[in-house]
């Protein structure tokens, strides 16, 4: 496991932008993943979006539906830190933001597929 420290969360309006950082240390990063995921009140954790990468294959990413064309996911050149671009924010993007990784280099969508949580940040859209 590796330790994960998220930044970036905050209040902004609808329309407006936000941008994640989750900066990950004490693991080797040549291989793996790591993702977003959101949990709103009272709702599960829901996927956001993941980046997974090796020396053989490059890098791909994915994303939840609900946040396609909005959000982009993207790996920092330290590549120990990943951001997560968020714009065209709505009301009900409004959530506490977890960055996630697992040592495994392929798409997971399920909390289950990820071996390290960050504590969260919190990001609120206003109407």
């Known amino acids: 496991q590796v330790q994960l420290v998220e930044s970036g969360g905050g209040l902004v309006q609808a329309g407006g932008s936000l941008r994640l950082s989750c900066t990950a240390s004490g693991g080797t990063f040549s291989s793996g993943k790591m993702g977003w995921f959101r949990q709103a009140p009272g709702k599960e954790r829901e996927f956001v979006a993941a980046i997974w990468w090796s020396d053989s294959i490059g890098y791909y990413s994915n994303y939840g539906d609900s946040v396609k064309g909005r959000f982009t996911i993207s790996r920092g050149n330290a590549k120990k830190t990943v951001y997560l671009q968020m714009n065209s924010l709505k009301p009900e993007d409004t959530a506490v933001y977890y960055c996630?990784?697992?040592?495994?280099?392929?798409?997971?969508?399920?909390?289950?597929?990820?071996?390290?949580w960050g504590q969260g940040t919190q990001v609120t859209v206003s109407s």
């Open positions: 996630a990784a697992d040592p495994r280099s392929s798409l997971a969508t399920v909390t289950s597929g990820y071996d390290s």
